[in-house]
């Protein structure tokens, strides 16, 4: 099993940081690789037209890998809501169907398809667990003939509750509907195999789990999904854009596959060197160890707030990298604060507090946390 990585990060041994859900700290290797690219704009002389190029198709390709996914179906995105609305614009959907998204799931996946239900009519129908054994038991009651989109996540990102994305897929194959979904709080944590989900749409931010910088991301289009509309209509995305000097020969036809959605301006010197170097560390660790680590990480920290009388997501429900914990009522409104005064840093959402450890953490890190929590609670 992976041991603390803390050492491959800039971070003060009195801070005690739980809050991958939030967003990540850089790793040390992305912070010298953003560096460099950043000056790299200070001699614009030396960036030739393979710079516009290379850098692009490298963080392509690697998540490919991490996904188990083909480099041509991979896009570049600046957000999730941007790859998101690029799906919604390319999901069919029958007048007097349904949309079918979570309660409470994250707004990037939800307000396009608010738009296409006011634009077409269509009906919005929200899940939320209640009394059924899993969130993953509550979709499938719900996904039937009338349902036209999934949209969904791998992880509900206010409490950590898991979907089985698998059975989601094959009752999608069923009865015709597209699965489109928002992989932000589980890619690069969770092991998530493209092959066998086989997602229409799927996009993810790399600020988070991917351990990447903001403003950067990834659309994944099935083969099928590939010959839709982009949100823009981009120089470099066209045929033969590499010849510069003939690129005021317009055309109609695209590069094959998903590049036709990259976003513009996507050749980001100063930002994509750090999108791959934190590929690269997660690609050596492996995303099955890191699920292992963060597994074993969080199991620990469950049978300790479990004996605090907390009430956390069941673990046979929640996702091995993601720890929920109910916020009780009389500490909901300073809880947060007094923890952060002792430099322990977690984040609350929907009246759920999000413990999210990571790599970076140690065994003190998490001593200390239930130290400081049970003089409070």
């Given at each position: 099993?992976?041991?603390?990585?803390?050492?491959?990060?800039?971070?003060p041994?009195?801070?005690?940081?739980?809050?991958?859900?939030?967003?990540?700290?850089?790793?040390?290797?992305?912070?010298?690789?953003?560096?460099?690219?950043?000056?790299?704009?200070?001699?614009?002389?030396?960036?030739?037209?393979?710079?516009?190029?290379?850098?692009?198709?490298?963080?392509?390709?690697?998540f490919?890998?991490?996904?188990?996914?083909?480099?041509?179906?991979?896009?570049?995105?600046?957000?999730?809501?941007?790859?998101i609305?690029?799906?919604?614009?390319?999901?069919?959907?029958?007048?007097?169907?349904?949309?079918?998204?979570?309660?409470?799931?994250?707004?990037?996946?939800?307000?396009?398809?608010?738009?296409?239900?006011?634009?077409?009519?269509?009906?919005?129908?929200?899940?939320?667990?209640?009394?059924?054994?899993?969130?993953?038991?509550?979709?499938?009651?719900?996904?039937?003939?009338?349902?036209?989109?999934?949209?969904?996540?791998?992880?509900?990102?206010?409490?950590?509750?898991?979907?089985?994305?698998?059975?989601?897929?094959?009752?999608?194959?069923?009865?015709?509907?597209?699965?489109?979904?928002?992989?932000?709080?589980?890619?690069?944590?969770?092991?998530?195999?493209?092959?066998?989900?086989?997602?229409?749409?799927?996009?993810?931010?790399?600020?988070?789990?991917?351990?990447?910088?903001?403003?950067?991301?990834?659309?994944?289009?099935?083969?099928?999904?590939?010959?839709?509309?982009?949100?823009?209509?981009?120089?470099?995305?066209?045929?033969?854009?590499?010849?510069?000097?003939?690129?005021?020969?317009?055309?109609?036809?695209?590069?094959?596959?998903?590049?036709?959605?990259?976003?513009?301006?996507?050749?980001?010197?100063?930002?994509?060197p750090?999108?791959?170097?934190?590929?690269?560390?997660?690609?050596?660790w492996?995303?099955?160890?890191?699920?292992?680590?963060?597994?074993?990480?969080?199991?620990?920290?469950?049978?300790?707030?479990?004996?605090?009388?907390?009430?956390?997501?069941?673990?046979?429900?929640?996702?091995?990298?993601?720890?929920?914990v109910?916020?009780?009522?009389?500490?909901?409104?300073?809880?947060?604060?007094?923890l952060?005064?002792?430099?322990?840093?977690?984040?609350?959402?929907g009246?759920?507090?999000?413990?999210?450890?990571?790599?970076?953490?140690?065994?003190?890190?998490?001593?200390?946390?239930?130290?400081?929590?049970?003089?409070?609670?």
């Open positions: 099993m992976l041991s603390s990585q803390r050492h491959l990060f800039n971070i041994q009195e801070v005690v940081y739980l809050n991958t859900a939030y967003m990540s700290p850089f790793l040390n290797s992305v912070v010298e690789a953003i560096d460099k690219g950043v000056r790299s704009k200070a001699h614009p002389w030396k960036i030739t037209i393979s710079n516009f190029y290379e850098d692009i198709e490298k963080a392509r390709t690697l490919s890998e991490l996904i188990n996914s083909n480099p041509e179906n991979i896009a570049i995105i600046p957000s999730a809501s941007y790859g609305q690029i799906a919604a614009n390319n999901v069919k959907i029958e007048a007097g169907k349904k949309i079918l998204i979570l309660k409470d799931q994250f707004p990037s996946n939800v307000y396009p398809w608010q738009r296409i239900s006011q634009e077409t009519g269509c009906h919005i129908v929200r899940i939320e667990q209640g009394n059924f054994e899993s969130l993953t038991d509550a979709i499938l009651n719900n996904l039937d003939e009338t349902v036209s989109v999934a949209a969904l996540p791998n992880v509900l990102w206010t409490n950590g509750s898991l979907i089985d994305l698998i059975q989601i897929r094959s009752r999608c194959d069923q009865i015709g509907c597209a699965l489109v979904l928002d992989l932000t709080q589980s890619a690069g944590a969770v092991w998530t195999d493209f092959k066998n989900i086989r997602p229409d749409f799927a996009v993810v931010a790399n600020y988070k789990w991917m351990l990447g910088p903001y403003t950067t991301g990834f659309l994944y289009a099935s083969p099928d999904r590939c010959e839709g509309m982009p949100l823009e209509e981009g120089w470099i995305t066209r045929k033969d854009s590499k010849n510069f000097s003939n690129l005021v020969k317009y055309t109609d036809n695209y590069e094959i596959g998903a590049i036709r959605y990259d976003m513009g301006e996507r050749s980001n010197f100063a930002l994509m750090g999108v791959i170097a934190a590929l690269e560390q997660i690609k050596l492996e995303i099955k160890n890191i699920e292992q680590k963060l597994f074993s990480q969080n199991r620990f920290l469950g049978k300790k707030l479990t004996g605090l009388g907390l009430e956390i997501t069941d673990e046979k429900q929640r996702a091995p990298h993601f720890l929920g109910k916020i009780p009522n009389d500490f909901r409104n300073d809880l947060l604060s007094k952060s005064e002792k430099n322990i840093h977690l984040s609350e959402r009246g759920t507090i999000r413990i999210t450890p990571h790599l970076w953490n140690t065994q003190e890190d998490f001593e200390k946390f239930i130290y400081e929590l049970k003089k409070l609670i």
